[in-house]
C-alpha cells in the first residue's frame, strides 16, 4: 500500500524529488502535479530554477496545481501558489497556462466553484473523478495534510475542493478533498526534520490511534504511495 524511503540528507531527497519531475516532463503527454504548501516545499523549487534543473525540465510539459491554497492575495507570504511563483516559477519558461492556482483573493465561495470548474475540465479522469499523475504532499505536526485537518474531514465528501479552517490560526482555506487525492496516480509525502519525527511516528503506529491522522488516511486507491523522509523524520520509525 506505500513505501518508507529514508534519505541521510535533505539535499539527496530533493535531487530525487527534482529527478522525477524532470522524468514527468519528459512523458509523452502532459502531466499534472499538485504540490503541497508550506516552508518544506521551498528548499526543492530552489532546487529546480537553478541549472540543470531549469533547463533540463520540459516544462511546457507539465501543469501545476496545489493542494490547498490559504485564502489570501498571492502577493502574501501566507499564499502557496504566491511562494511557488516567486520562488520557482517566475524563473523558469513554463507557460501562464500551465499553473492552475486557487485564487485566494476571490471570495471561498466563489473560487470555490470555479476550482471546481477548472478541474473538471482539464484532468483526466480515474473512476469518474479528475487524476492527478503525481500529489505532493506535506505533514503537520499535528497530523494534517492539505488543509484536511484532524476532526474535520469529510472522507466521502464527493467535492474535489472542500472548504477548511485552519484550527489553530482560523484561516480560511481551500483543500483538495481526501477523495480527490486518493484518486492519484502517484502520491508523495514528503516529510523532514526532527520536529516531525513524532507524528511520523504515530501516523505508522498503531492502527487504531493513528487512524484520527488525516494524512493515515490518505494513499492512492489505485496506485502508488511513497513517504519520503530524512533521517531526523524518521528517527522514531521503528524497524519491523
Ligand atoms: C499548507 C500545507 C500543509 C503543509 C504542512 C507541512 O498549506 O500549510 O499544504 O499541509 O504541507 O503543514 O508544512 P511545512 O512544510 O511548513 O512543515
Known amino acids: 500500500m506505500f513505501e518508507i524511503k529514508v534519505y541521510n540528507e535533505v539535499d539527496e531527497l530533493l535531487e530525487h524529488l527534482a529527478e522525477q519531475l524532470m522524468a514527468y516532463s519528459l ?6 502535479i499538485a504540490l503541497s504548501g508550506g ?28 493542494g490547498d491554497e490559504r485564502m489570501v492575495e498571492k502577493e502574501s507570504a501566507q499564499s502557496n ?18 499553473l492552475h492556482p486557487i485564487n485566494g483573493a476571490n471570495e471561498l465561495s466563489i473560487e470555490q466553484v470555479h476550482a471546481e470548474e477548472e478541474i473538471v475540465s482539464k484532468l483526466d479522469k480515474h473512476e469518474g473523478r479528475p487524476c492527478f499523475d503525481w500529489v505532493l504532499l506535506g505533514l503537520g505536526e499535528d497530523g494534517h495534510t492539505a488543509s484536511l485537518f484532524p476532526g474535520q474531514v469529510d472522507y466521502e465528501a464527493q467535492s474535489n475542493w472542500v472548504a477548511a479552517t485552519h484550527p489553530e490560526t482560523g484561516e480560511v482555506r481551500l483543500s ?33 490511534e493513528s487512524e484520527q491522522y488525516p494524512a493515515a488516511n490518505i494513499f492512492a486507491f489505485d496506485g502508488e504511495t511513497q513517504w519520503l523522509l530524512d533521517e531526523a523524520a524518521a528517527s522514531l520509525l521503528v524497524n519491523d
Open 27 to 32: 512523458r509523452s503527454k502532459p502531466c499534472h
Open 81 to 98: 501558489f504566491g511562494e511557488a511563483y516567486r520562488t520557482l516559477f517566475q524563473h523558469v519558461p513554463i507557460p501562464e497556462e500551465n
Open 39 to 66: 516552508s518544506t516545499p521551498k528548499a526543492l523549487y530552489a532546487l529546480l530554477a537553478m541549472e540543470p534543473f531549469n533547463s533540463a525540465i520540459c516544462w511546457d510539459n507539465l501543469h501545476f496545481w496545489w
Open 176 to 208: 483538495l478533498s481526501a477523495e480527490t487525492l486518493c484518486n492519484a496516480r502517484s502520491i508523495a509525502f514528503v516529510v523532514t526534520g526532527a520536529n516531525k519525527a513524532e507524528i511520523v511516528r504515530d501516523v505508522f503506529g498503531d492502527e487504531e
